[in-house]
């Protein structure tokens, strides 16, 4: 196996609390450092290391993000190859909406290099905890909303639903970091496939300091195009049908329906 590995760890969150000590300990002994995060979280990082690189430095306005992710990608690829122990630190858990560090960590692989990633504490952890909705009570659907807009995806609605990224909905170039009110519409027209449109739905947001509090605004899913959203808003529908018994699986299982509880 080639000299030069690399790691990939998740700052969590919020600053300095969610962050691993095994995340923290890579981030001090690497030989190169590299991290994509809020300003505050980069400020912590550049205090344990003050050598660190910054990789959003590698956006800019009109660009399209993908190439932007190949940039980010090919820059922390080539220390390793040097030879080099390279740590590189996302916002969040790194392997969760996040295409470089699944890109990279796949082509140092394929080339022979030790690679892996270390979570960190997710929006959806948070929202889990914020919101005191349990995911395995009902069953959960998550997924990106502007992939649920445009290509076939179907919804049940006895589980929760979690559509991540409603504030850049509708945004096929990669370019923006907004939305506009009717591509919030056609989102909320094809929510209504399966949604009544005065269902209650939640704007989530998770805090990224300890002294803010987590935003839960509940309203109607008709009225969702003139919330008022950013690049971390989240949308969440809750179940809205009870569950149906199979009743041949559970016969097959030798049970009866008054078992179920």
């Excluded at 295409?99 to 892996?116: C, K």
């Excluded at 905890?129 to 009570?137: I, N, R, V, Y």
């Excluded at 803010?212 to 950013?230: F, I, T």
């Amino acid at each position: 196996m080639p000299a030069g590995s690399l790691v990939v760890v998740g700052s969590g969150i919020q600053l300095g609390r969610h962050i691993s000590e095994r995340s923290t300990s890579e981030i001090k002994y690497a030989d190169k450092v590299f991290c994509m995060a809020d300003a505050f979280t980069y400020r912590w990082v550049e205090g344990i290391r003050p050598d660190l690189q910054p990789l959003h430095i590698y956006y800019g306005d009109d660009k399209d993000r993908r190439q932007t992710y190949r940039e980010m990608e090919a820059v922390i690829v080539a220390p390793v190859q040097e030879g080099q122990n390279v740590c590189a630190v996302f916002y969040g858990h790194p392997g969760v909406f996040a295409d470089v560090p699944h890109a990279a960590i796949r082509r140092l692989r394929t080339l022979g290099y030790r690679a892996r990633m270390e979570p960190g504490i997710s929006a959806e952890d948070c929202l889990i905890a914020d919101l005191g909705l349990d995911p395995g009570k009902h069953g959960c659907i998550s997924m990106e909303a502007t992939q649920f807009l445009v290509y076939e995806r179907q919804i049940d609605p006895t589980a929760m639903l979690i559509l991540w990224q409603i504030g850049l909905t509708g945004d096929l170039s990669c370019t923006r970091f907004d939305t506009i009110p009717c591509k919030l519409r056609a989102l909320v027209d094809k929510l209504c496939r399966w949604y009544a449109p005065e269902q209650e739905v939640i704007v989530y947001e998770a805090p990224v300091l300890a002294i803010h509090k987590h935003r839960e605004d509940r309203l109607p899913l008709k009225a969702l195009p003139q919330a008022l959203l950013s690049q971390s808003s989240t949308l969440i529908i809750p179940p809205t049908r009870p569950l149906s018994a199979d009743r041949r699986a559970i016969q097959a299982l030798g049970y009866a329906l008054s078992d179920l509880g």
